[in-house]
């Protein structure tokens, strides 16, 4: 018998899920509007303002930016981030302790913090490239994330399936990728996808690390915001909720969506 | 070989953490020691503006009025959603994780709809006759506090389904039928049980709001500076880079130190520890 529940949390529970989800839907609305200003309900269904977006130069190269960034520093933070899972598993003994704490130190220290320091350290210091900096800030970001979820997948992994492909003369790096990866697909899948959906959605680090030419797209959405207050920043903002919902259809695809409650 | 394996394939990632983190971060906060007038002087300076001192005061006040209010309602919900029948469940953490992915600046340019001169609000009230005029809700403390409570509430939830799908319905029962009615059950054994959920929630609310840059920029303004909002201001408006490294230097102080005593306080209040 599940436990009853008293109606007035349920009611209290039915208002917080209006105010989860209702201003998303008030965004949805107002980017559908056919007016030159924002407003809810929308007056007239027109998809102008998607269109607007792509006539924007801003926009388009913004874009563009955002997924480069994106693919690029998830492709990086697992290529370094898988092989750190492993090591940290695999050789525990061998490696010390603050290794872990290390790996959390990206959650702990501010992004604003992290973001300013490489323009200051970094870009300025040393000169290095704009675009550089900003792939290095986003790796950083995301690094602790694909580390969690690649070694919490290989927790349940059982090391001796590996050890008998060796013993049976499989070369380590065969090994690799014919049993390990594997095994250990799904967590693979979820790392990509937390680590990209993150790195498009920063704002504090790459809000310092955008110069002439270079900016992000939610950049690009703060500067758009101060100077305009038209539907075009809805549109954008709904481009990006497709975004996010494509993502949890792939999460629940290969994973099941009781993943996303862990 | 086998004796450096390990090293070997962690020290890319090591490396990177070592070189883009860690030293630029160093060096951020050591410049704010070797400054000209005296080891100290840019946190002296700090701390005798006025101004610096209401915005620090401003931000610990506006994160802990969010995460006050983010444990309040995260509780309730997540402990209804913990009880919810199976296929409810899955749809209430959808409408929870949902929001959690879509961005902060798309999150919030929704508040910048709801609340401004013309918005949402305003123009319902008018409709309703409750006023008259157009209510200046935009650039005040309050606005930015509602949004951060949107911001952080689906995080809340989400920690602490998972702590509250832990204890068993038999246990809540057991202590009903032993007589407890459900405010002793709640208060002698949810929440205790739910401690720990509570301090990491807390903690994430907590320095999330701490050093938070989109909403306060975008729903307080020149108005209701925050930390975050002030350093992008001293490094990238006015250029004084020994002032915002003061501003980094005191937010990683901050959050490193709640950090630590949360968890020192989550040991000695778990009490499955004991």
Same mark, same amino acid.
């Given at each position: ?262 | ?32 020691? =070797?400054?000209? =007038? ?24 506006? +994160? ?47 508040? /910048?709809?709801?609340? =401004? ?5 305003? +123009? ?7 006023? $008259? ?9 309050? +606005? ?17 389904? =998972? ?13 009903? $039928? ?19 959920? /509570? ?18 920029? /975008? ?23 020994? +002032? ?31």
């Amino acid at each position: 018998m599940p436990t009853k529940i008293h109606p007035a949390l349920i009611g209290f529970t039915a208002l917080v899920f209006i105010f989860l989800v209702g201003p998303l839907v008030i965004v949805l609305g107002s980017a559908l509007s056919d007016t030159t200003y924002l407003t809810f309900p929308p007056q007239g269904l027109s998809l102008r303002w998607f269109e607007n977006i792509f006539a924007i130069d801003a926009f388009r190269r913004t874009i563009l930016t955002s997924l480069q960034v994106a693919v690029i520093s998830t492709f990086v933070a697992l290529l370094i981030g898988i092989p750190a899972s492993y090591a940290m598993s695999r050789y525990r003994i061998q490696l010390p302790g603050w290794l872990s704490t290390l790996f959390v130190l990206p959650v702990l220290v501010p992004e604003l913090v992290l973001g300013f320091s490489l323009l200051k350290n970094l870009a300025f210091q040393f000169n290095a490239p704009i675009f550089l900096s900003l792939i290095i800030g986003h790796t950083i970001l995301i690094l602790p994330y694909v580390i969690r979820v690649i070694s919490a997948s290989l927790a349940s992994f059982d090391f001796s399936i590996e050890e008998a492909a060796i013993s049976l003369g499989s070369p380590p790096l065969k090994t690799f990728f014919t049993v390990l990866l594997p095994n250990v697909r799904s967590g693979v899948i979820a790392a990509f996808i937390l680590a990209f959906i993150t790195s498009v959605n920063d704002v504090s680090i790459s809000i310092f690390l955008t110069g002439p030419g270079i900016s992000t797209l939610p950049i690009q959405l703060l500067a758009h915001m101060e100077q305009f207050f038209d539907p075009t920043v809805a549109s954008v903002s709904v481009l990006l909720m497709v975004l996010t919902v494509a993502v949890m259809a792939i999460v629940e695809r290969t994973l099941g969506l009781t993943f996303l409650a862990k | 070989m086998k004796r450096f394996a390990g090293w070997t394939l962690a020290s890319p990632a090591t490396l990177l953490v070592l070189l883009g983190l860690v030293a630029p971060v160093a060096a951020t906060i050591y410049t704010t020691f =070797g400054t000209p =007038g005296g080891p100290f002087a840019p946190y002296m300076a700090f701390f005798g503006s006025g101004f610096r001192r209401t915005v620090l005061l401003r931000t610990i006040n506006v +994160s802990l009025a969010v995460t006050a209010i983010a444990l309040f309602v995260g509780f309730i919900t997540a402990y209804v959603v913990s009880r919810a029948p199976g296929w409810l469940k899955s749809i209430l953490i959808i409408a929870a994780v949902f929001p959690l992915l879509t961005g902060v600046v798309v999150r919030s340019f929704a508040w /910048l709809i709801i609340l =401004g001169k013309n918005g949402i609000l305003n +123009s319902t009230l008018i409709n309703l006759g409750i006023i $008259s005029e157009p209510f200046q809700m935009l650039y005040t403390q309050g +606005s930015v506090i509602v949004a951060m409570v949107y911001l952080f509430v689906p995080l809340m939830v989400l920690t602490l389904v =998972g702590v509250l799908e832990a204890i068993p319905d038999d246990l809540i029962q057991a202590s009903a $039928s032993l007589g407890a009615n459900s405010w002793a059950t709640f208060t002698q054994v949810i929440l205790p049980l739910a401690v720990p959920g /509570l301090i990491v929630g807390a903690v994430l609310v907590f320095t999330g709001s701490f050093t938070s840059y989109a909403t306060p920029q /975008l729903l307080g303004g020149e108005q209701v500076m925050m930390m975050g909002t002030l350093m992008y201001q001293q490094a990238m408006v006015t250029f004084d880079w020994v +002032s915002a490294s003061t501003i980094a230097t005191i937010m990683v102080v901050i959050t490193i130190a709640i950090v630590m005593a949360m968890n020192a306080a989550a040991r000695r209040l778990n009490p499955m520890t004991v």
